[in-house]
């Protein structure tokens, strides 16, 4: 009866939110409006406070796991009105905890061992709970300070009901709602599954720490810290703990002296190193999950926790990204829509002038700005919706990148507003895309390459041989075809001839009986003046 009585809740909370002004429009059938007019909670509860107020209220009213889902649906601001993306951002993990007793049953089952044996010390108030986990403090036994995080009990159980209700919401959204069909919401809902059931697996978010404080290893920009592998599995992650300053904190940045420029630019100067030189970037870097060092404050240092969302781009992702770049910011507008085109980002049958003209009319009013005052993130907004208009399939990759810049950018101008991003940003990928492109890179890729040809190199002879066989067999094959065509093109010449020869024949015969002479003289043919008429007709037909 579980997902019955979760059905009746969530239909509970449409009625309390109003949610169904979503799906009034002129362009809706008669028959589904009166439909919507006529429901008795309409009368009942009043729609006074704007859609995208109650839809988050809604989300917060239905629990961890449509509160996860707002908050990953918030970053989609390619699919989603400005007005539902901003209020959606809102949404925070604030959920009550679960007990802590639950929390040892967990570990020690997981780790099979009990929690005295493991730790030191273990705390039984969370430090703090989120939609799927919770976090514990405690101690090693060798005195190091760490963290642990907890999948909540049954909570595998929870998604998969709560998400096959998602897609009975999103399908209606699809049907009923006229902008439901843009928002793709069935594939919506896929995506976020995906995301959902993957942080499910902690062994995933330890794997992209690791692979990130390797990236970041002996850097003064970035700290990240150590994963215990030892207590580490599905459901239970150890990492070691930080008693940095959160990033927000404004009261406390100052406090100490830290330097807001030097801090401000830093956060970018990751954000690029992550994407362009790594290729793997941490996605999901809200202030709740970056947090400052104390030491050193005139050279801070940030830190980041929680890897549970990581992007990456190809490398022709790469280059094309940071080439669009560049070519918007010189106002080049003919290359990033002949980049656009060229990326496969839009259709290759895409008129080039027009793009360029729709992107020229969105990007030139942001250029009577100073540069210090252009938002790069709304700038790759406007890019992509500009694009969107000319059927610009949905990159995943560049929504995860769009979102962390935005985060990234908005975090900057707190801490210093009159951070120039563009300052910050051009020497970084100039700079990258001359070592990109320089002899040394040519030089790394052909030492990264070489084993590969190495390996290869001893069978490129029978390689070769066996393209030039093909090649000749296509060829000869080529030929054979081309002499059947040949004979095919005789064949139907003779054919039309033939019937042709026929048909005249046959029209010349009827004229002929027509004449009353003709029709005497056959009249008085015998049998076998019939047959030698009918053989010729055939032998005719046939020749």
Same mark, same amino acid.
């Given at each position: 009866?579980?997902?019955?009585?979760?059905?009746?809740?969530?239909?509970?909370?449409?009625?309390?939110?109003?949610?169904?002004?979503?799906?009034?429009?002129?362009?809706?059938?008669?028959?589904?409006?009166?439909?919507?007019?006529?429901?008795?909670?309409?009368?009942?509860?009043?729609?006074?406070?704007?859609?995208?107020?109650?839809?988050?209220?809604?989300?917060?009213?239905?629990?961890?796991?449509?509160?996860?889902?707002?908050?990953?649906?918030?970053?989609?601001?390619?699919?989603?009105?400005?007005?539902?993306?901003?209020?959606?951002?809102?949404?925070?993990?604030?959920?009550?905890?679960?007990?802590?007793?639950?929390?040892?049953?967990?570990?020690?089952?997981?780790?099979?061992?009990?929690?005295?044996?493991?730790?030191?010390?273990?705390?039984?108030?969370?430090?703090?709970?989120?939609?799927?986990?919770?976090?514990?403090?405690?101690?090693?036994?060798?005195? %190091?300070? /760490?963290? +642990?995080?907890?999948?909540?009990? $049954? *909570?595998?159980?929870?998604?998969? =009901?709560?998400?096959?209700?998602?897609?009975?919401?999103?399908?209606?959204?699809?049907?009923?709602?006229?902008?439901?069909?843009?928002?793709?919401?069935?594939?919506?809902?896929?995506?976020?599954?995906?995301?959902?059931?993957?942080?499910?697996?902690?062994?995933?978010?330890?794997?992209?720490?690791?692979?990130?404080?390797?990236?970041?290893?002996?850097?003064?920009?970035?700290?990240?810290?150590?994963?215990?592998?030892?207590?580490?599995? %599905?459901? /239970?992650? +150890?990492?070691?703990?930080?008693? $940095? *300053?959160?990033?927000?904190?404004? =009261?406390?940045?100052?406090?100490?002296?830290?330097?807001?420029?030097?801090?401000?630019?830093?956060?970018?100067?990751?954000?690029?190193?992550?994407?362009?030189?790594?290729?793997?970037?941490?996605?999901?870097?809200?202030?709740?999950?970056?947090?400052?060092?104390?030491?050193?404050?005139?050279?801070?240092?940030?830190?980041?926790?929680?890897?549970?969302?990581?992007?990456?781009?190809?490398?022709?992702?790469?280059?094309?990204?940071?080439?669009?770049?560049?070519?918007?910011?010189?106002?080049?507008?003919?290359?990033?829509?002949?980049?656009?085109?060229?990326?496969?980002?839009?259709?290759?049958?895409?008129?080039?002038?027009?793009?360029?003209?729709?992107?020229?009319?969105?990007?030139?009013?942001?250029?009577?700005?100073?540069?210090?005052?252009?938002?790069?993130?709304?700038?790759?907004?406007?890019?992509?919706?500009?694009?969107?208009?000319?059927?610009?399939?949905?990159?995943?990759?560049?929504?995860?990148?769009?979102?962390?810049?935005?985060?990234?950018?908005?975090?900057?101008?707190?801490?210093?507003?009159?951070?120039?991003?563009?300052?910050?940003?051009?020497?970084?990928?100039?700079?990258?895309?001359?070592?990109?492109?320089?002899?040394?890179?040519?030089?790394?890729?052909?030492?990264?390459?070489?084993?590969?040809?190495?390996?290869?190199?001893?069978?490129?002879?029978?390689?070769?041989?066996?393209?030039?066989?093909?090649?000749?067999?296509?060829?000869?094959?080529?030929?054979?075809?081309?002499?059947?065509?040949?004979?095919?093109?005789?064949?139907?010449?003779?054919?039309?001839?033939?019937?042709?020869?026929?048909?005249?024949?046959?029209?010349?015969?009827?004229?002929?009986?027509?004449?009353?002479?003709?029709?005497?003289?056959?009249?008085?043919?015998?049998?076998?003046?019939?047959?030698?008429?009918?053989?010729?007709?055939?032998?005719?037909?046939?020749?």
């Amino acid at each position: 009866m579980r997902p019955v009585f979760r059905s009746i809740k969530i239909g509970w909370v449409i009625a309390r939110y109003r949610l169904d002004t979503f799906f009034l429009h002129p362009s809706l059938p008669w028959l589904v409006k009166l439909m919507l007019y006529l429901l008795p909670w309409r009368y009942i509860f009043p729609a006074r406070q704007p859609e995208a107020v109650r839809l988050r209220l809604a989300l917060e009213a239905l629990g961890p796991v449509f509160i996860k889902f707002g908050q990953m649906l918030s970053t989609r601001r390619d699919l989603l009105p400005d007005d539902i993306a901003v209020e959606l951002a809102r949404l925070q993990d604030n959920v009550p905890p679960f007990p802590s007793a639950r929390a040892r049953t967990i570990i020690e089952t997981s780790l099979g061992c009990s929690v005295s044996e493991i730790f030191q010390t273990f705390d039984a108030d969370p430090m703090a709970s989120a939609s799927v986990a919770q976090v514990h403090g405690a101690t090693l036994k060798d005195g %190091r300070a /760490v963290v +642990v995080k907890v999948i909540r009990p $049954g *909570i595998d159980k929870v998604i998969r =009901q709560d998400i096959s209700l998602l897609y009975t919401l999103a399908w209606m959204v699809c049907h009923l709602w006229s902008e439901g069909r843009r928002l793709r919401p069935i594939e919506v809902v896929e995506e976020y599954e995906q995301t959902i059931f993957d942080e499910l697996d902690l062994r995933k978010e330890a794997a992209n720490g690791s692979q990130l404080r390797r990236n970041f290893e002996g850097s003064s920009m970035l700290y990240v810290p150590e994963i215990f592998w030892d207590y580490t599995r %599905r459901n /239970v992650l +150890v990492m070691e703990r930080i008693y $940095g *300053i959160p990033v927000a904190d404004m =009261q406390q940045l100052n406090a100490q002296h830290t330097n807001m420029e030097k801090l401000a630019e830093r956060g970018v100067e990751i954000f690029f190193t992550q994407v362009f030189r790594d290729s793997f970037f941490h996605a999901d870097m809200h202030p709740g999950n970056i947090f400052v060092s104390r030491e050193n404050p005139d050279n801070p240092q940030y830190i980041a926790v929680d890897f549970g969302i990581i992007g990456s781009l190809s490398e022709e992702d790469q280059s094309y990204l940071a080439r669009n770049i560049l070519a918007f910011f010189q106002r080049d507008y003919r290359q990033v829509a002949q980049l656009h085109i060229d990326s496969g980002w839009v259709p290759r049958d895409t008129n080039v002038h027009a793009f360029e003209t729709a992107i020229r009319s969105v990007c030139e009013p942001i250029f009577e700005k100073p540069l210090k005052e252009i938002s790069f993130g709304l700038v790759l907004l406007g890019l992509f919706q500009t694009a969107r208009r000319f059927n610009m399939e949905v990159q995943p990759q560049l929504v995860l990148l769009q979102k962390t810049l935005l985060n990234i950018e908005g975090l900057g101008r707190q801490l210093y507003p009159d951070l120039d991003l563009w300052k910050t940003a051009k020497p970084f990928l100039e700079n990258w895309m001359k070592e990109r492109m320089s002899v040394k890179a040519a030089m790394a890729n052909i030492r990264k390459q070489g084993p590969e040809w190495l390996e290869k190199l001893p069978q490129m002879p029978q390689l070769v041989f066996d393209a030039l066989q093909q090649s000749a067999l296509r060829t000869e094959q080529y030929s054979e075809s081309q002499q059947r065509l040949a004979k095919l093109k005789v064949e139907a010449k003779q054919r039309t001839r033939r019937h042709l020869l026929v048909g005249a024949t046959a029209i010349l015969t009827v004229m002929l009986l027509l004449r009353p002479e003709w029709q005497q003289t056959v009249s008085q043919l015998p049998w076998y003046g019939w047959l030698l008429a009918g053989a010729g007709w055939i032998s005719l037909w046939r020749a």
